[in-house]
C-alpha cells in the first residue's frame, strides 16, 4: 500500500519559517521524482518545487531563494525548508511522488498571517 504522509503545516508569522515533511512508504522511492505542490482558496493547485532522484531541484518563481526542497533516500523522506514566508504562501501543500504513476498525500495547512 502506498501512502504519503505531510506533516509540519501550522499557523505563522509572516516572515516565519517552516519546515514540511513528507514521510512514504509502499513504493521504490529512490527511483520516483517527489514534488511539492500547493492549493490556496480558490486557486488552482500549482507546483511548487520539484526535486528527482538524482536530487536535481526545481523551483517555481514565486518561492525561488526563499524555499529549500530535500530528500534523503534512505529515510524515504522529502523535507520542504520554507523560509520568509509571506501571506500569499497560505494553502494546503501537497506531497506528490511521479514517475509513470502518481501518488499524492493529503496534504498539509500553512497558513501565514497575524
Known amino acids: 500500500q502506498v501512502t504519503l504522509v505531510e506533516s509540519g503545516g501550522g499557523l505563522v508569522q509572516p516572515g516565519g519559517s517552516l519546515r514540511l515533511s513528507c514521510t512514504t512508504s509502499g513504493f521504490d522511492f529512490k527511483r520516483y521524482g517527489m514534488a511539492w505542490h500547493r492549493q490556496a482558496p480558490g486557486k488552482q493547485r500549482e507546483l511548487v518545487a520539484s526535486i528527482s532522484g538524482g536530487s536535481l531541484k526545481k523551483y517555481s518563481d514565486s518561492v525561488k531563494g526563499r524555499f529549500t526542497i530535500s530528500r534523503d533516500n534512505r529515510k524515504k523522506t522529502m523535507w520542504l525548508q520554507m523560509d520568509s514566508l509571506e501571506p500569499e504562501d497560505t494553502a494546503v501543500y501537497y506531497c506528490?511522488?511521479?514517475?509513470?504513476?502518481?501518488?499524492w498525500g493529503q496534504g498539509t495547512q500553512v497558513t501565514v498571517s497575524t
Open positions: 506528490n511522488a511521479y514517475l509513470i504513476e502518481q501518488f
